[in-house]
């Protein structure tokens, strides 16, 4: 469909549901006897959440041969940014008060704030380039090579929140399984591509097309 | 089949090119809002599914559950306010009846909590089986506000209702070998319907060394602002060791074993090197994986420091005199 300003506007609405719906439950008083601590909790949920709808991108794209879902990609990447960014400030903010001190603290101690550090600062050069003038002074390959870095924040993402439960892992596992598919996706994808690039197979014969 | 000609069609009857237009943007405009509302509606309906859950039944409140604000005055630490009864009923860690702070609240309605009894036994000289009833009758509950501080770093101030730990003990007669006190909770999914997961392995299990057992402040608990306990909270009767984190304070205990060895607690069976047996409020040893030097007051804005032994410091350092406090954690 021709419509792609429509799609992205739609994707751009729906993805502000969460924040709007955690806005109107706060201000009920709907969010438990520790509204801080879900607010936390949430915002990072989303953060995965996003990762993951922006890796599934080009799996379903090529699944269904559907080309402009590619244009709702940059979308998706920048709410997980957006959802990362709120999550790290409720850290920063609520549960530190802008200490810098004892922020730089938690990091060399605490393993998981680090990890979690890690998977949000991959996020930042991914935000900055996103631009249109970004990606041509890039250019496409460098700048698709510096978007792997998405990999690396997702991976990050998925560990920070396992090395932080108590003892239910189930969340984190559930997170872990899906990142799983969607990278293995694409080590099948390129996987097969490089088969079908080798001039020769092993017999000497050129593979059949 | 009469086809009419292009001119045997008036020009007035012509669709008006307005609003041949607008109909269009109002079919599209339609379409467009149609969608809009659908979709939103459906993220919505996703995301308090898939992951907002927990928090969307609303909350039971207690019996007959006092003014909170009136509570507060009425029974606060000084300088602290007692937490809202609400929020102690309904922010529980209870892994029986699901690993989130929300299930309890709406699940441990299932525990049946009469008949129930509570054994004491092992190496004392007069074990009994006690009716849950009787202990309360035997030994007058009084009201204690205790500070209440989570190992993952949130914190309540609680009015329990209770008698002293002590009192039980003194009438059982522990015997001279006797080092320690083991607790269970109750385990029956058929009779009490507890537990209803298989977070960790049941029964919960909990224990105190004898001084610590021994210690005025260490209470049983049968009642909460004054009201009988709410499941969730450890219905009918539960421990109060009010400087420990909170896992010690085991519920819905059905047997007290007077033993001679450590005995076996559940967090410390479950990850050795993250929960000890002792389990002290102590600021200055971390969690392997977490800070313990602040604490989130449930209703305060900020975080809070963490107080030595939760405040108690006073009153139960002494139990430990001598002891390396971060090889004993």
Same mark, same amino acid.
């Given at each position: 469909m021709k419509d792609i300003k429509f799609y992205k506007l739609l994707v751009f609405v729906n993805s502000l549901v969460p924040l709007a719906l955690l806005g109107w439950d706060w201000w009920r008083g709907q969010l438990g006897a520790n509204p801080l601590d879900f607010i936390t909790r949430m915002t990072g949920t989303l @953060?995965?959440?996003?990762? *993951?709808?922006? =890796?599934?991108?080009?799996?379903?794209?090529?699944? @269904?041969?559907?080309?402009? *879902?590619?244009? =709702?990609?940059?979308l998706l990447g920048l709410y997980a940014f957006f959802y990362g960014a709120l999550h790290l400030l409720t850290y920063v903010w609520f549960d530190k008060a802008f200490a810098l001190a004892d922020i730089a603290q938690d990091v060399t101690r605490r393993w998981f704030i680090l990890v979690g550090m890690l998977a949000f600062f991959t996020m930042l050069p991914l935000a900055v380039t996103s631009t249109d003038r970004m990606i041509k002074r890039l250019g496409g390959k460098r700048w698709q090579k510096l978007h792997r870095l998405t990999y690396v924040s997702a991976l990050a993402g998925v560990l920070h929140y396992y090395l932080l439960v108590k003892s239910d892992t189930t969340k984190p596992l559930v997170f872990a399984a899906l990142l799983a598919v969607l990278l293995g996706y694409r080590l099948y994808a390129s996987y097969s591509k490089r088969l079908k690039a080798k001039p020769l197979s092993l017999t000497g014969q050129p593979p059949p097309r | 089949m009469l086809i009419k000609k292009p001119d045997d069609i008036k020009s007035s009857e012509i669709t008006d090119r307005k609003v041949y237009a607008s109909r269009r943007v109002f079919m599209r405009g339609a379409a467009f809002a149609a969608a809009?509302?659908?979709?939103?509606?459906?993220?919505?309906?996703?995301?308090?599914?898939?992951?907002?859950?927990?928090?969307?039944?609303?909350?039971?409140s207690g019996k007959a559950a006092p003014g909170t604000q009136a509570a507060a005055r009425q029974w606060g630490l000084p300088g602290e306010e007692a937490t809202p009864y609400q929020d102690v009923t309904s922010y529980n860690n209870f892994y029986e009846f699901g690993t989130d702070k929300y299930s309890p609240a709406r699940r441990a309605r299932a525990l049946v909590t009469r008949p129930w009894t509570v054994a004491v036994e092992g190496l004392v000289n007069r074990p009994q089986v006690f009716d849950v009833d009787e202990l309360t009758r035997l030994f007058t509950p009084e009201d204690r506000v205790y500070r209440f501080r989570c190992v993952e770093g949130w914190s309540m101030v609680i009015p329990w209702l209770g008698f002293p730990l002590a009192e039980l003990l003194k009438r059982v007669e522990p015997q001279g070998g006797a080092q320690y006190v083991a607790f269970e909770t109750a385990n029956d999914p058929e009779g009490r319907n507890i537990p209803q997961t298989g977070a960790l392995p049941w029964p919960y299990v909990e224990g105190l060394r004898l001084d610590e057992a021994m210690h005025p402040l260490t209470l049983l608990a049968s009642g909460l602002y004054g009201e009988p306990l709410p499941a969730q909270n450890g219905a009918p009767l539960r421990l109060v060791v009010p400087w420990k984190y909170g896992f010690k304070s085991i519920k819905s205990i059905v047997r007290l074993r007077l033993v001679a060895q450590m005995p076996p607690a559940t967090w410390n069976l479950q990850a050795p090197d993250e929960y000890g047996f002792f389990s002290n409020v102590n600021p200055a040893v971390p969690h392997p994986r977490w800070s313990q030097a602040t604490e989130r007051r449930i209703g305060e804005f900020g975080r809070r420091p963490t107080l030595p032994f939760n405040g108690y410091a006073d009153e139960v350092a002494g139990l430990y005199a001598g002891m390396d406090l971060k090889y004993y954690f």
């Open positions: @953060t995965l959440v996003f990762l *993951l709808l922006t =890796l599934a991108v080009t799996p379903l794209r090529k699944l @269904t041969g559907l080309q402009w *879902l590619v244009r =709702l990609r940059r | 809009f509302a659908g979709s939103t509606a459906a993220t919505g309906f996703l995301y308090r599914r898939l992951l907002a859950p927990e928090i969307q039944q609303p909350t039971p």
